[in-house]
């Protein structure tokens, strides 16, 4: 299949190339940025201005799917540029990735996410929605940046972090699949304290910090505390966020692209 990922250079994005190159797909990755030096094996690439949509037409051409990974958190442009170059080119199946919890936490950058499900679901092309939990990727960068002060302020709130390599498996097979429209949502292994979670990462990277959970006012965090961004009913990730750290060279780096 021909498959485009929009955001194909970020945490989630280079993770659902690497899934789908080695099935002998012609896989494209969407980027603002100039093609790297390539190397024999990488996928192809494209460079989009989405302000324009220079770029895009002539990379959806003939497209039979598009992984939209990229994101902005300004507005939905991307998706509303998307949307418009999809109808007029094929109808390619576009798979969107959300987040668990957007329709019930009234947070700046989960209405955009909710308002970009709906543009989909409201464009009349072939798309499937995945919701996935928080990335143990974004929750190491979190806790990298706060314990560089010896006391580490933590959200006073649960999590369910899941590994960027399940997600990605889930979009690769979803991109190869019929459209489904919003599918089950995905969650990782395991509901913690992001308290808890705070000192498993100081106990792997050797730390020792005072962990100070803090309360944060507004309707949005309270539908956190709430748990809105939960899924405990399909906790189907299989790495924890004890094993994703281990799994890391360089457990403190504040990086939150390319480690995985
Ligand atoms: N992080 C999480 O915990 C989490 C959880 C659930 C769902 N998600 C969703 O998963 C998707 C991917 O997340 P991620 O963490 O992998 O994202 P990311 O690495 O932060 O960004 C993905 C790509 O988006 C492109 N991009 C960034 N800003 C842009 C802008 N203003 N205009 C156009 N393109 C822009 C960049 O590609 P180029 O620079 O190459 O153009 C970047 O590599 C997002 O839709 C996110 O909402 C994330």
């Not at 949307?83 to 700046?108: K, N």
């Not at 464009?123 to 002060?149: I, M, N, Y």
Request: hydrophobic fraction near 40%; glycine fraction near 10%.
């Amino acid at each position: 299949m021909k498959i485009l990922v929009t955001g194909g250079t970020g945490a989630l994005g280079r993770v659902v190339v690497d899934r789908l190159l080695p099935d002998g797909h012609d896989v494209t990755v969407v980027s603002r940025r100039a093609r790297p030096e390539r190397a024999a094996g990488t996928p192809g690439w494209a460079t989009v201005d989405w302000r324009t949509g220079t770029g895009l037409d002539a990379a959806i051409d003939g497209a039979d799917a598009v992984v939209h990974c990229a994101t902005s958190y300004r507005g939905i442009d991307l998706e509303r540029r998307l949307v418009e170059t999809a109808r007029q080119a094929d109808g390619p199946h576009i798979v969107y990735i959300s987040i668990v919890g957007v329709d019930r936490i009234p947070f700046p950058y989960y209405r955009l996410k909710l308002a970009a499900e709906r543009l989909l679901a409201d464009s009349g092309l072939p798309h499937t929605v995945l919701r996935a939990t928080q990335f143990h990727g974004l929750v190491r960068e979190l806790f990298a940046l706060g314990s560089r002060s010896p006391v580490m302020p933590v959200l006073d709130m649960r999590v369910q972090p899941i590994d960027v390599t399940d997600v990605a498996g889930r979009l690769a097979e979803l991109a190869t699949g019929q459209p489904a429209g919003r599918v089950t949502d995905m969650g990782g292994p395991e509901v913690r304290t992001v308290r808890d979670l705070a000192r498993t990462y100081l106990r792997v990277t050797g730390r020792r910090r005072v962990v100070a959970p803090i309360r944060l006012p507004g309707k949005a965090f309270r539908a956190f505390r709430a748990g809105g961004n939960l899924t405990p009913g399909h906790a189907v990730g299989t790495v924890t966020f004890e094993d994703y750290l281990r799994r890391l060279s360089d457990p403190a780096t504040t990086s939150y692209r390319g480690v995985h």
